[in-house]
């Protein structure tokens, strides 16, 4: 049954199907044959009309954007209608959101998981490679250069890794908001306080999940300038 607040994602590949609404609809019941029953809210439905060759998806992520903002699951009729390339899909698993396919419900994150593992894997096996490869010129007598670092820098260093991702992601979510928070401004709201509202009406949620305050909005708004 499902819960939570969704995006629907359908796609065509014909600007003939998505003129005349073939194939849509079908997609479109699938999304609420799944959606019926439970507690749920559709945010929003994107449509967009591309080969599913084409990794060049602006309403796709226009769909993932809201699905930031809004703390919602992407949804789709099939998984089909997002790629067929694997690493288009595992781009997708990067991209901080749950996502549901109707016709394998169960397997949304399975599914792009098993791919993420299979990069993995490749990944891997290169850094198996290039280790071999090493050694061999090490056996060679090439002289090979490594870490001779004090261990508190490599410390250091992580932690300074650490915070720059969380800086990246804060970076990202201010970029996604931005346009809404243009929309209340230009619909006459201009206080801090006054776009929280804003904001907490249209039931976007914080970061956290939590509710907008205005130095909530204020750090937000910084962000988004240096964007």
């Known amino acids: 049954m ?16 998505g003129a005349s609404g073939l194939g849509l609809e079908g997609q ?33 992520a226009e769909a993932l954007k809201l699905c930031r903002i809004h703390g919602a699951t992407l949804v ?3 998984f089909d209608r997002l790629a ?3 690493h288009f899909l595992l781009g997708l698993s990067k991209a901080g959101i749950d996502i549901v396919a109707c016709d394998m419900p169960s397997a949304n994150r399975m599914t792009v998981g098993i791919m993420a593992v299979v990069a993995e894997e490749e990944a891997r096996m290169i850094s ?4 071999a490869a090493l050694a061999a010129a090490k056996a060679r007598g090439v002289k090979l250069g490594g870490y001779r670092g004090n261990p508190t820098d490599a410390l250091v260093e992580g932690r300074a890794r650490s915070v720059a991702v969380r800086q990246e992601r804060a970076q990202g979510r201010a970029s996604d908001l931005a346009s ?3 929309d209340l401004q230009a619909s006459g709201l201009t206080s801090l306080r006054q776009l929280a509202n804003g904001l907490n009406q249209r039931n976007i ?3 956290r999940g939590g509710t907008w305050s205005a130095v909530q909005v204020d750090r937000v708004m910084k962000l988004a300038q240096h964007a």
């Not at 939570?4 to 994602?9: A, I, L, M, Q, R």
């Not at 999304?31 to 439905?45: F, K, P, R, T």
């Open 2 to 17: 499902a819960e939570g607040k969704f995006v629907s994602y359908l796609r065509v590949s014909t600007k003939q199907q």
């Open 28 to 60: 479109r019941k699938a999304v609420m044959d799944y959606l019926n029953g439970g507690h749920w809210s559709l945010i929003s439905e994107v449509v967009e009309v591309e080969s599913g060759k084409n990794s060049a998806r602006p309403k796709l």
């Open 76 to 78: 789709v009729a099939k």
């Open 84 to 86: 067929r390339d694997a």
């Open 128 to 131: 198996t490679r290039t280790k």
């Open 180 to 182: 809404t928070i243009a």
């Open 205 to 207: 949620p914080t970061a």
